[in-house]
């Protein structure tokens, strides 16, 4: 009888992608959002007001009265503010 040893397939693979490369440190501000808004990934840092403007009172974390936001975040935070046109009125 031949004694297979087994190597466990998932031993160097890890569910949690948490720590899987030099994605970031800093995650971004916005709760729905899973991205690093760390500097040398393009992020950015918002005002409150400003945050509000574009996602809601809430629906980010402050740190020290500003909002850090990702690239992606940051994008649609500019778009968001490119035109003056108030959707609320
Ligand atoms: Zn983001």
């Known amino acids: 009888m031949q004694r297979k040893v087994r190597i466990p397939s998932n031993l160097g693979k890890k569910k949690s992608k948490k720590k899987a490369e030099k994605v970031g440190e800093i ?3 916005i709760a729905k959002c899973n991205d690093f808004s760390d500097k040398h ?3 950015r840092s918002l005002s409150q ?3 509000i403007d574009t996602w ?3 629906a980010f974390t402050v740190r020290k009265n500003r909002v850090r936001v990702c690239k992606s975040c940051y994008k649609i ?3 968001d503010n490119k035109d003056d046109k108030n959707p609320h009125y």
């Open 49 to 51: 007001e400003n945050a």
């Open 41 to 43: 990934l393009g992020g």
């Open 56 to 58: 809601g009172e809430g």
């Open 77 to 79: 935070w500019k778009k």
């Open 27 to 29: 995650p971004c501000g």
